[in-house]
Structures are given as structure tokens and as C-alpha cells.
């Protein structure tokens, strides 16, 4: 077992005062606000006046964000650095001064008309966590018939500086439906969830979600609100600490600077907290993914189990409850996890997360993106481009670089896999976990997540666009869960059989555990102008090493990682990489002194910024055969799920939404045997081989060339595509074993591709990626684990092949290679059709605590099959059948996935 994760609290000391202002006026909290932050920064201040005569002395002294309130009692709000506050307390009527942290100035009045949550663009701040909460309690009171708030558990919680205590922070859920009170109609209604900021420093779920509520409680939403008689609306506020961060008597670290008091992405305790959910699949060690079952994945106990261990009630204690009390639900249908991302061309994104969806749940998780995308435009209108003056007003005073950030109004709205669409690949978040099957221990739903250009703090004109996408998105899912999305696949009239193997079911029962142990080390590294150097010993029988950059202070920092070779086998860039890159994995064991170097490449660095190096490494003890599986209970504390998972589950599932007809499923002897021929005819109009079991066996190569010269269709997926190098029929002939790569990559995916090539045909135009690596069980590493069987470019053309799609090989990712993962060798449709990367057979030598997934096609991946088939997907909503392929990009937009990729023929 791991001890502890590192904190920032133990590296760095806090709690120092900056300057020393005191009067009988400031409230204690006021006092360490305002002599703990720099003195140019404006602290939220509530003035409280014995009578109105002091707003003329005070709107005379032109300060920040001025407000006043005459109602009740007199008071004034304005952000006071510390120039202006000796003034302010030699007026005689001022009687106290407060620290008022907030979007709503007079919030601690209980000053809540007309409403208790202003509009963004009103707003003095961000929403604080604790002016939320209250407010969502006064909602609460007056509309007790429809909006419950529950406290489900509690974070870390920071130390309070203030307090001289550590504090840990409620996790909150609010209901929203009508009679909330009636147990049996809450029970049998469709509840839909909607994760606010679970990283901390993006607000924009929390700002929107928020205001959602009271619009909806004072019958400004009537489209949601007619819908509350069959839906539950739910809203987790799953991160206090993160947002609580911001404030001056959480501060983590040297407090000179007001890029410190800054929301944080992760709890007190963990850096990320949208990733210690027990999704199936690989696990990275470096997390510890809240399993409230315990040890033996067993539910013993109505709340968190005893048998949990004790590094998870101290790191993830929030995760635990939320996977507790979101397991209590019944008629889970979807969730969506607003989250906020850095600027790019797209101004908001949709997600489809990391899991096992059908035909007909993919579809309905791309239908509801389909739906969103004009309601946004309608939503958003002209005002993303009325106000691009502002964004480029935010990038210049806030980018590194201004040059290089791009305005995030250019597409308003795309949608794809994770990958398409930030370019980054996940293990352990939430929203992948809710979206498991329950027997996975998930929560069955159709599951997003969102991102949106992310402002910082006190940005009330870009937050305010930001709550108006992020409500349409509430409404749009609210809506879309009363539909019924249906999918079918039309064969016209073409039957299909598939060669099953054995060979690629892979079942818990053939883990083989040796002794395993994981190491968690940490140090805080020095990062200035000239690079500083931090050696890690990896011992033998290393399988994998997860190196977290951690920044500790406001730094920029390039990171490097070097084995001991010297070779650079990973780099970080905090200014240009998404923050997902700081972490950096390698599954491999060269024991030996590695490195990592950190320097600041600012032009003009400050002497010292500060980053902590995480290091999680895992070893096992060597096995007589073969490669040992890791043993979860000696890494996690976890006893191994069981499993048993076949990529033919994928054609199985496939064939139940044919209209007609099934596939039918033929052995590899049942081929030899003639089962692909009737009187020289076929037998099938297509044929599906996704292994390479039987290439070396000509009575079985010679059936599959006789049935493609009789105008047999094939198919031939992941190491079905090394049977192209042993076929000889009219079609293929001349390509041949080292014409063929098995390829480790990052994601597999077409990264650049033929927009008009059949294999596409209704894919839009981001969709790239081809399956997701992790629920299958291959790592997510910085060098790429995910395994796709792919031809050279130049034999497949030359064998009259047409490339629907390329890969980008890692880790060089900024360049397409010439390695074909897509594409055909075919006449009008028949002929032989190839998928290098689809339905890998699940990974069995890394982490995977919670068991595996039988496949994690994406829709791409399930349109490229169906179009090899010459069969074609159709989506039903309500009745009616709607076109989803639409095109957003065209022409060299569409081209080529990553921004600053280029094409390198020389590769
Ligand atoms: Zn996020």
C-alpha cells in the first residue's frame, strides 16, 4: 500500500502575513484577508454603515466594483487593496468591515432581491462556495416543494490559516423536480445529473448550474419546468476545496502573488479529482480511484465500507460518497460534467467519455450534441462575435503568449471522443464511471462531459456567455432525456458471418499475480533560469513509472524526462501542453537512473519558482512464463473484479440492431470446410476477421481468397489485417508480412484521412479516433500502449489500396505517418476493407482493478464497420429519422486532426 499522497501543504509556508493593517473595524477575517493578499489586490469587501451619509464620501473614492444597498441596512461592497483602506476606516459611519468573497455584493445581508444569485455579467465575482450554498438554502426554504439540498459527505479540506484548523468542506447535491417530497414519483422519474466545476479552478458549471436553479424556482425556465412532473433534475457540487482554494485563508503557497489565490483543479488532497472514480480498465497507480465496496468490492455496509482502505478516506473521502450516494438511485438516465478548458478555435465542446456504449446509446449520446448544436447558435446568437473585442482583451492581459492563443469563437460547437476533441486520453473519471454498466459497478447512464473556454475570475462578460451555453445545455439534456433515441442498422438484404477464435477472450481466471509493490515518492524541485536536475532510481522488474509535474508556486516550467540511456523519452511545457501532459507514464522496466530536468523558459524567470516531482512507480516479481499480471490488492487494496470479455461482444451487440438477418458466427475449421461458398456463390455477402488465427494454414487463406474472387466482401480489423500478407486472389496479392506494422500508439485514429473515402461516409469531419485504449485495459502512457496492426502507405496504394485514414505515431504526435489504419482494396464496394485499430483483444498485463470492458468502439469505429459492410446506419428520434453527419469543417480544416500537425513524407 501507498502511505500518502504529497501535499502542497508540507512543501511550501504558508500563513505568512505580507503587511500589517488593524483596526477595531475589521472583522478577524477581514484582518487576514487583507494582510495576507498583495496589496494591490482588490479583497471583496462588505462595508457596513450606520446611515446612507457615507456613499457619497465612498462612490467619491472611485473604488472597485463600487455597489451600495440602501435595503434593510445601509451597507457598501467594493474590492479594497490596501492603499485605499485606512480611508475607508476613518469614516465615522463605517462601523465594520467583512470579508465578502462572491458574485452577490450584499449576500451576507441575506440581500437576495430580486435575486439571490445575479446574473454573470452583474456579478462583483465569481460565485464563492459558501455564498452558494447559503443561497441555495434560502432557495430551498422558500421552495420546499420542489429543490432539496443534501450534504452526502466532505472533502480534505485545506488548512484555514485564519482559523488555525483544518477544515473540510460539505459535498453538496441539489434536487430539483416537482413534489419532491413523494418518494415513489421521485424513485420512478428519469434523473439527470449535472456535475458543476468538478475541477475546481472551471467555474463555469458551478456559475451556470447555480443560476439554473433559481431561473427554473422562479418560472424562468418554463420548457425545463414543464418537464418536472417525469424528470429529476440533479446537481453535484463535487469539489469544494478546489473551488475554496481561491480564498486567502485556504492559500497553499507563498501568498505574494495573486496568481496564487486561484481556484485549484483538485482537492486538498489530490491533484486531479476527476480521477479517482473506479472506472473498468486500466487504473493508473498514481490515483486512488474511491471504491466505497472496499477491499473485497462487496457492498457490506449501507455507507463506506470498513474494509476501504484508510489511504482513500484521507485522499478521496468526496469520490467515495459520491460513488456511494449516486449508486442509490433508481432511473438513472444521463449525466453531463461541465468542465471549462483552455482557449482553442472551438468555443464550447462535447465529449463522448471512455466506455462500452451500443449502436443505440452511442447514437444517443451523439443525438443530443446533434440537438444542442442549433440551440446554442440560437442561445449564443451574435454574441460571440459581438464580444470577441473582450476575448482578445482576456488574451492579451492573461495569455503567456498572446500571439498563439486563438479566439474561441471561430466554431461555437463540435462534439467527438475525448480525443477528437482536447486530443488527451483519461482513466478514472466520473463520468466514465457513471457511464459503466452497473455489474462494472457503475451507474448505467448515458454519460458526457462538456468544455468551454474558460475565463478567469472576475471576467463577468465572457462568465456570462459561458452560463448562457452551459444552461442550454442543461435544458438541451433535460429535454433530450424524454426522447427516445432509436438506432438500426439497414443491410439491405446483405448477410454476414464472422471467424470467431478463442484467442481473444481474456477472463480474470487467466491473471497470473506475482508479488507486487507500489512506491510513491516526491520532490520538490528548484525552477528557475538555469535547468536543475532530479535522478529517480528504478529498480528491476519496474512495469511502470507514472512521474507527475506538480507546480508549487506561479512558474512556468518545461519539464524533461530522460531514461538512463539519455534518451528523452517524455517533455512537459506548462505553457503550451494541456495540464493532462504533466503527467507523464512509462510502462516499461529499464532499471537504471532516470532523470527528470525542470527549468523555467520565461525570458525573464524569477529566480525561484518551485515544482514537486510525483514519482508512483509498480514493480513485480518476475514469472517462469510469460509476463505476471499485476496484483491490485498489493498496489490498490483491492481484490481483482472478475471478468470474462471478448471483442466478438461488439459483433454480437452489432447484429441486434440489424433490420434484418443476423451475423453469423463461423470457425476457422467451419471456413476450411467451404462454409464461405454454396456452388462456387458466396455463401455471405461479407465476411468480419478481427484476429490472425489460421493465416499460417492455406486451406483456410485459400477459402478466404476464393470467397473474395467470387465477390465475397472482407472485413479485417485489429491483427485480422496480417491476413492481408497471405492472401492471393483478385483483389490483394502483392502485400506481404514487412508491409504490415504492429504499431503502439496514443490513440488510434485517423488522423488524417480521405473526406470523401466510403469508410467515412456519415462520420463528421473531427471524428478521428477509433476506439478508446483504457476501458480495454491498455495503458494510457505518454509513449502510447494502444495497439493497431497497419499497412505502408505506398505497398497499400500500389496494391491498388485507396487510405480512408493514417496514424499519427507517437511520440512524435504533431506528425502524420505514412502508415495506413484505414482503407479498402475493393470494386464498387467489394473487395477487401481494412480497420487496423477497432476491437483489440483486452490487455491483461497492467492495472485493472475493476475488470475490463469487452470493447470501446466510438461511433467512427462502429460507422467504418458498417460502412465496410455496405450496410448503413439509421437513427429514429421520437418517431422521426434524423441525417447525423452533418459537416462542420471543410476542405484542409478537416484534414488533419491536431492544430500544428504536418505532414511529413519523408516518416
Ligand atoms: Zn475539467
Redesign the pocket.
Known sequence: MRLSAVTAGALTLPGQAISKISSPKLTDLYEFAINHTPEDYGVGTLIRLTDTTAFDDLSDLDLQEYRQTDDGEPAAYAQLDNTIIENIIDIDTVVRLEFSPGANPFWQLSNYEPRVFPPAIESVDDLDFEETITGLQTLEQRHDDRLSLTSIGQSPGWFNHALGDLEPSDVWVAELTNDIGDEAAFADKKKVIYACS??GD?RSGAEAGTRFIERLLKGEESETEALLDDVVLIFLYPNPDGWNARLPQYAQENQNSAERLTAK?GSARVEDT?RQYPTAGWIDPAYFPAEPDGTNLVDDDPDIDDDVPKAYQKNVPDPLKIVEHFRDYENLAYAADL???GYRKNFALGLHVNTEYDLQQTHDIYELNRELKPRLNDQLGDLLKEREDVFQQYIDEEAEDPEAVPLPTEIPFDYGTITDTLGYQTTGILVSWMGHPEEYGGLGMQTLAY?IAGPAPRWPELMDLNVMAYSEVIRSLAAHALRDVEATVQTGGRSTAYVTTDTVTRSSNDLVFAESKASHTGETMTVGPEPTTMTVAIEENTRSVTFQIVERTDTAVVATLRDPDGTVRATYDSQKDESDAARMCITESTSGKWTVEVINPREEPPEKGEVAVVVDTVTSEPIEDGIASLDPRDILGYEQREYEVTPFSFLEGYSEFLDEGQLDAVSVADVQDGALLDDGQPAYDNLVVIHNEGVEDAAYTDALDAFVNADGNVLLTDSGVRVLAHLDNDHVSSITEDDIHDETVFSVAMNAYEESHPLRENARPIQRELYTPAPVGYPVTTEGDAPATVVDVEQFQSADGDSAGRLMTTPNRDTVSDLVVAGSIQDNGTGVHIVGGLLPPAFQEQLHPFGMLNHSVSLLGYLTVTNALGHKQRRVVDGEEVIFGETILTGDQAQVYYPDATEDEDE
Do not use: F
Request: charged share 45%.
Open positions: 468538478i475541477h472551471e483543479r476527476n468542465h471549462e478548458m468544455e
